[in-house]
């Protein structure tokens, strides 16, 4: 069984260990040592990367005989010492990630009797569900509660108790367990079963930031960042918050209301503008005269549903055609309508006589057309 060096250090990122075996297996080579410092996965943690050998690690396995198979490009010499370097950063971030989890589950056991229900770890941060609701004053009780305990700087230890000594210890666990227990402390926050590396005291978290939350299965989804990658996250939306304060000239702290406050008159002016808008087509249709022929308008800027109402109303008065062209000269959307004429089966000629293209139903259709405005007075005859 290999010895497992992060048991008890966390820390170590480099090591010397003799080679049990080597045997040649899918993908490379299973390499088993007395002892390794790399962390398999599990618990909701991700397996470590990093060097043995010289060689980069492939993969790392758990044996069910309770071995680590490090699995490596080439072959390694039985007996021989070799040197295992972790991928640091990656396990530091992990392992401030992980105990932070622990300190929030915790936290969250203590002050409200829930259990953890579920963890996960991933890129854009950690996933913890309970087994009750929170509210976001809870919520925000909670954050603050784990972070005073990190900047308690608590002792973080590893037990191994034996079968007696376990069972009178009162300790947080997702499943049943069997064999050697062993126990991560947090001492006066938290003693939680768990195989993975941790960091050996609570300031090495740093910061603890609940950045979202939701119910989940009749209870609650916390998704939390830890260590660096909530400080990261604090800047970013340091740096947010900034660009949002300096555009709408609000304090720091204020710019919630400040935003709010412009979304609302920008709703009003929405309002205002609708209602010119729709003067301004009753205007216009008012404008319209009766004739026997068509009825040609000319807009530069106008949304497609005022030019449909602009032709519903000239297509009432024009014993021919009313047809409506908004953009620039040569490059126009148009709508035509007709109470006389069958427009379906004239799109085809409009189209070839004003290089346009679309289409619609008998009394009306619409598109896009690159003749000029003189062109389209003279096919219309307006
Ligand atoms: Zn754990």
Redesign the pocket.
């Known amino acids: 069984m290999t010895e497992r060096l992060y048991y008890n250090d966390g820390h170590l990122a480099r090591f010397v260990s003799r080679v049990v075996s080597c045997e040649s297996c899918e993908g490379g080579f299973d390499v088993r040592l007395e002892g390794t410092a790399f962390f398999p996965g599990g618990?909701?943690q991700e397996a470590d990367g990093g060097t043995l050998g010289g060689m980069r690690l492939l993969s790392l396995r758990e044996t069910d005989e309770g071995d680590i198979a490090h699995i490596l490009p080439g072959p390694l010499e039985p007996g021989a010492e070799v040197e295992g370097v972790l991928d640091w950063d990656m396990r530091f971030a992990r392992m401030q990630s992980?105990s932070g989890?622990?300190i929030v589950s915790g936290t969250v056991h203590r002050l409200f009797g829930y259990d953890n229900v579920g963890f996960h770890m991933g890129e854009s941060g950690m996933t913890l569900d309970f087994s009750g609701e929170l509210t976001p004053r809870d919520i925000g009780l909670v954050e603050l509660e784990a972070n005073r305990a990190v900047w308690r700087d608590a002792p973080v230890r590893t037990l191994l108790p034996g079968r007696d000594e376990l069972e009178k210890l009162d300790f947080r666990s997702k499943k049943e367990l069997s064999g050697l227990v062993r126990l991560?402390e947090i001492e006066g926050v938290d003693l939680?079963a768990?195989c993975?590396p941790h960091v050996s005291r609570t300031g090495e978290v740093g910061l603890i930031k609940v950045v979202d939350y939701m119910r989940h299965r009749g209870g609650m989804r916390l998704t939390v960042l830890a260590g660096e990658a909530a400080y990261r996250d604090c800047a970013e939306v340091y740096v947010q918050n900034s660009s949002i304060s300096a555009a709408l000239s609000a304090k720091r702290l204020e710019t919630a209301a400040a935003v709010r406050r412009s979304l609302a008159e920008r709703s009003e002016e929405h309002s205002a503008l609708t209602a010119l808008k729709k003067e301004l087509m009753q205007l216009k249709s008012a404008a319209l005269r009766p004739t026997e022929g068509n009825i040609c308008i000319f807009e530069r800027d106008m949304d497609m549903v005022s030019l449909r109402e602009l032709v519903n109303s000239g297509m009432q008065l024009a014993g021919g055609v009313c047809a409506a062209f908004c953009g620039e000269d040569g490059d126009y959307r148009y709508i035509i309508g007709s109470l006389s004429a069958n427009l379906r089966s004239a799109a085809g000629d409009i189209n070839a006589a004003l290089c346009g293209r679309g289409g619609g139903n008998k009394t009306m259709i619409q598109g896009s057309c690159r003749a000029k405005r003189a062109d389209i007075e003279a096919y219309f005859a307006v």
């Open positions: 618990g909701g992980h989890e622990h991560v939680c768990c993975a």
